[in-house]
């Protein structure tokens, strides 16, 4: 069984439409190719029923999947609104949707959800029935096919809902040694190199975890960014909406944004009540606040590449300068993780360096493929670490809520994971870093174009640097004498930190 169609519907007419019968009746016999177009042999739209009720024309419209119901109904407005026109000086008005149903086999139900425009939603005999409540503004914006493709996507994902990512090792490093066997984010506490910030997730970094920050930084720009020739920006970090419309986080990210509201006026005095409430009380009057504030503009930095694509919307590009090399370093990612507390590894607040290209497939696939040795030298030769590399769901499709590969082959995104030793011989590995080839996604996203006409791809990693920085202390411990020779020389000395009585 297939999906089935079924919309009741009137062209509203701008006179008596009686006289007219005839001639509909014509054109409507006639409409089997019409309502066939693009469907494969037998399976186009038909007209079930109709006839014509003063300033009426009432039809039923049965279909499948190829022309839909909705589509056939504007198909034959405009087939027929000429000759009413021409020879009968009637008008077609608008279209009154009076029912309109979708039919959609299922092997399961789905949980009950609210989605716009769906009055509602049933499971019956291998089926979802939908109930539409769609007007002809609706219809001509396509909303039933969305509406159909996001119940389809449901559907799919209860078959692998509840799976993990899908997961593919590439590479893997020999097993190492691991002798410290502690969590590395409360030897720092100890040892006074990071204390917890005061909001959610978040830490304070002292001059002694910051040394290696740096140093992490300092090798991924001499031993990748400069010989590869990327060259650094900094990319804006408050998000708005229009952004992750076109980079898809639309779509899914919500549970894990910080959201940003304006104030709805900075006029000192609209505030003064809330500044004289906190000089009062001494606490700061929150719901009050929220009165005063605007609806979330976006949120913060989530992905860091999105906002940067901004900067090439629109634009058409010579050739010559392909490929595109950039990177960005220029402030904190947020995220809203799940509950519990996490160490240094897991965090709401976290700094990353994001390295993003563009250019022709080929060259974007060749970008990728250079880091990625780029990335095995210094893991293996400088930091010395046990790692793996795997094919993964790719992080657009995980940010946009969906899982499996893309159907694309090159395009997708390898994560680089790492054993945290304290976690035991089976515990988790941990993500440190990923790689991604994200097809034409972006640069169709923004319009982006180059002079050849060719089609444009994209790539982006993000090397986090508290990932990096768990999963190095963690297999080396937090004594310079454990580091290897290669990564002390780029370090320097641990400065001191501050102790206090
Ligand atoms: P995870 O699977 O661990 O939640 P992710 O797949 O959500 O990570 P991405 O969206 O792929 O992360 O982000 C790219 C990189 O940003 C990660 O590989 C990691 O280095 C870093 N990162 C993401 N989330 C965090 C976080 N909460 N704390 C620290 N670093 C993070
Ligand atoms: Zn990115
Ligand atoms: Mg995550
Ligand atoms: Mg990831
Ligand atoms: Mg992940």
Redesign the pocket.
């Known amino acids: 069984m297939d999906l089935e169609f079924d919309l009741s519907a009137s062209f509203r007419t701008s006179a008596d439409a009686s006289a007219a019968r005839d001639t509909l009746e014509s054109l409507f016999n006639d409409a089997e190719n019409l309502l066939s177009k693009g469907a494969p042999e037998g399976q186009g739209a038909r007209i079930a029923h109709w006839n014509v009720e003063e300033d009426r024309i009432n039809l039923q419209i049965l279909s499948g999947r190829y022309v839909r119901a909705h589509d056939a109904v504007l198909r034959l407005r405009k087939k027929i609104a000429p000759e009413l026109g021409k020879k009968f000086h009637v008008g077609i008005r608008g279209i009154e949707v009076h029912s309109f149903t979708i039919k959609i086999p299922s092997e399961a139900d789905l949980k009950e959800i609210k989605i716009p425009f769906v009055t509602n939603m049933e499971y019956k005999d291998g089926s979802i029935l939908l109930t539409l409540d769609v007007t002809e503004s609706e219809i001509e914006k396509r909303i039933p096919d969305r509406i159909l493709t996001l119940i389809e996507d449901k559907i799919a994902a209860l078959t692998y809902g509840g799976k993990a990512e899908h997961w593919n090792l590439l590479w893997q490093s020999e097993e190492k040694k691991q002798p410290f066997k502690l969590d590395p984010t409360q030897e720092m506490m100890k040892r006074g190199w990071i204390k917890r910030g005061a909001s959610r997730g978040q830490w304070i970094h002292g001059p002694q975890s910051t040394r290696l920050f740096r140093a992490f930084e300092k090798i991924v720009v001499e031993e990748l960014l400069e010989p590869l020739g990327y060259r650094e920006m900094m990319f804006p970090k408050l998000i708005p909406w229009e952004v992750w419309k076109k980079s898809g986080h639309a779509k899914g990210v919500y549970p894990e944004i910080y959201y940003v509201c304006p104030p709805k006026t900075r006029d000192p005095e609209y505030w003064e009540e809330i500044s004289d409430y906190y000089k009062v009380t001494h606490e700061v009057p929150v719901s009050r606040i929220k009165e005063k504030i605007g609806d979330p503009i976006g949120g913060m930095c989530y ?1 860091q590449c999105p906002p940067f694509w901004v900067f090439l919307q629109g634009e058409t590009i010579a050739n010559d300068q392909f490929p595109i090399k950039v990177f960005d370093r220029s402030g904190t990612s947020h ?1 809203y ?1 799940s509950g519990g507390i996490h160490g240094m ?4 607040e ?1 700094h ?1 360096i994001e390295i993003l290209w563009t250019g022709t497939p080929e060259q974007v696939t060749k970008a990728s493929n250079q880091l990625q040795e780029k990335y095995k030298h210094i893991f293996n030769n400088i930091l010395d670490l046990e790692w793996r590399m795997a094919w993964v769901t790719p ?1 657009f499709m ?2 946009e809520g969906l899982a499996g590969v893309s159907q694309q082959n090159d395009v997708g995104t390898i ?1 680089y994971e790492a054993p945290l030793p304290y976690r035991g011989k089976d515990g988790e590995w941990l ?4 790689v991604s080839v994200n097809g034409n996604k972006y640069p169709s996203g923004f319009n982006v174009k180059c002079q050849s006409g060719e089609e444009l791809w994209s790539g982006c990693s ?3 640097l ?2 990096w920085a768990s999963v190095f202390l963690a297999q080396k411990g937090l004594d310079p004498e454990g580091w290897p020779e290669e990564f002390r020389k780029i370090v320097g000395e641990i400065p001191e930190g501050f102790s206090f009585l």
Do not use: L, P
Request: hydrophobic residues 30%; aromatic residues 14%; without cysteine.
């Open positions: 992905a995220r993780e590894e897991r965090v709401d976290f990353r992080w995980a940010q994560d993500e440190f870093q990923n993000g090397v986090g508290e990932r």
